[in-house]
């Protein structure tokens, strides 16, 4: 036994010493413009793959078993993408052509996290994980209703006992609610999701009990803020903000405010000033944003109780209903609102210069939000959101520079979750040893095509993505039968 273990070992540094060009590499991507947002480097290269890691990058000519042509084409990390409500393998699809490679539910999340992870393990095309979630450690305690493993399967269904999001917690329930995330958290999940517009019912010291437990786990809090109250003063947007701001500066816990700017509407850019200088004086909080503007929710939801209109700005002719394309009124508002809660609406309401702004905002990173496609079509930041930046935002608009773009799709999200998980640190980057999660694209034609009329269209110009060191788009196509896609689990404890 310890001659076969030494043999392998003195092979494998053989290998190691051999020049790149002698050996023969699993996948060689060739005469790729590869681009890394971590080091920086940009240039015509080539890489040696071996397994699932990159074992080399080098401008010399390599050998591979399979040689992957990337001339005239971007070499770039696997877009991570952690508000992906859509995990399923219509979602996938989507995703994966649109550059995807990791895709986690962290506002939404999972609960129990076991058999969500169960469900998708060896039938994934990307890499998956979730939060625990806090409606479901609601539906859990107040409710005594179990959730299925994913928040989204009970929120807005007819059976659901509203009791778990509108019910105020006792002292007690409070304390097994918390129990309930540590539980799930200690088990693999990647934090605390907090949906508090959701779950109207969460007071204050609920949330705050919350951002105490992730101080300790040092887990982050991936928080939808809670609803705007009616409030005639002016900032409404900033005052949700401030409360999840001052619970992270107070505890320490860590803290991402996910869709910046549906929170902040007019008032995003003074929502974007308080995360900078948060930033700057050593919060450890960051922000995403999708750019699009319209959000989507299920028409069934606690969004959309006595007052959303007042509280929003909004009204029915500002809903879209995708499956039609039509514009709500209030009777079609009400009939899909009771025959079909569990189907998501679009919802006009981001001004688009706001869009803008945030998009090209260094410190924000990007995030689809995308729903799970139950119909004939939801919004098509579940199919479009990186195709989107890509096309509009780098090559139309020059509003950001690749780079900063692959930043903020690629290395944020990635760095967001490296303190829970290791294996985020090999996401999000090109260098030797990391996962072979890559996009190659056309930079000169990839753009989203989903439209609010017509979602469900995948991007174009993505001509190959590796998962983990496979295959799972080749020249633009699915690859079929291929499920590389690998559960990404968080330690317990942060570091």
Not at 77 to 88: M, R
Not at 443 to 466: C, E, I, N, W, Y
Request: some cysteine.
């Amino acid at each position: 036994m310890k001659r076969m273990f030494f043999a392998a070992a003195g092979v494998a540094a053989i290998m190691a010493a051999m020049p790149a060009a002698a050996q023969t590499y699993d996948v060689v991507i060739a005469n790729g413009r590869v681009m890394d947002p971590e080091s920086g480097r940009d240039e015509i290269a080539n890489i040696g793959i071996n397994g699932r890691a990159i074992a080399v990058i080098t401008t010399g000519a390599l050998k591979g078993r399979r040689t992957i042509d990337a001339k005239n084409l971007v070499v770039a990390p696997g877009f991570v993408d952690l508000h992906a409500h859509g995990q399923n393998p219509k979602g996938e699809y989507y995703q994966v052509l649109d550059g995807v490679t990791t895709a986690i539910d962290a506002e939404g999340g999972a609960m129990p996290l076991a058999p969500f992870v169960a469900a998708l393990s060896g039938k994934a095309l990307v890499n998956f994980g979730a939060t625990a979630s806090h409606q479901c450690a609601r539906m859990e305690v107040i409710a005594n209703a179990p959730c299925h493993g994913h928040f989204a399967i009970n929120e807005g269904g007819e059976t659901t006992d509203r009791r778990a999001y509108t019910a105020p917690a006792t002292p007690e329930q409070q304390r097994a609610i918390v129990a309930a995330l540590d539980r799930e958290v200690a088990a693999g999940a990647l934090g605390y999701g907090l949906g508090i517009e959701y779950t109207p019912g969460a007071g204050r010291s609920e949330i705050y009990d919350i951002f105490k437990a992730a101080a300790v786990t040092r887990a982050p809090v991936f928080v939808h803020v809670r609803s705007r109250p009616l409030d005639p003063a002016p900032g409404v947007p900033i005052a949700v903000a401030q409360e999840v701001i001052a619970n992270a500066a107070i505890t320490g816990a860590p803290l991402q405010i996910v869709h910046l700017h549906s929170t902040g509407l007019r008032d995003t850019p003074t929502l974007i000033d308080m995360v900078k200088r948060a930033r700057a004086r050593g919060m450890d909080l960051t922000a995403e944003a999708y750019p699009y503007t319209a959000g989507s929710t299920l028409i069934g939801s606690e969004f959309f109780r006595d007052g959303w209109q007042e509280r929003s700005g909004i009204s029915y002719g500002d809903l879209q209903w995708p499956a039609t394309g039509e514009r709500l009124t209030k009777d079609s508002f009400e009939r899909y609102r009771r025959e079909q809660p569990n189907a998501a609406v679009v919802i006009h309401m981001i001004p688009e210069d706001v869009v803008d702004a945030i998009i090209a905002e260094p410190e924000i990173s990007i995030a689809s939000d995308g729903m799970p496609w139950v119909t004939s079509g939801e919004h098509p930041r579940g199919a479009g959101t990186y195709g989107r930046v890509l096309g509009r935002y780098v090559r139309e608009r020059k509003t950001l520079d690749l780079m900063a773009a692959l930043r903020k799709m690629a290395l944020m999200p990635a760095q967001r979750l490296e303190a829970v998980s290791p294996q985020m640190a090999k996401k999000g980057r090109l260098k030797v040893g990391a996962d072979a999660d890559i996009a190659i694209f056309d930079p000169a034609t990839v753009s989203d095509v989903a439209t609010f009329q017509k979602p469900m269209q995948a991007s174009v110009g993505f001509r190959h993505v590796l998962v983990n060191g496979q295959p799972v788009v080749r020249d633009g196509k699915l690859v079929e039968k291929v499920f590389p896609g690998e559960a990404i689990l968080g330690t317990g404890k942060g570091r």
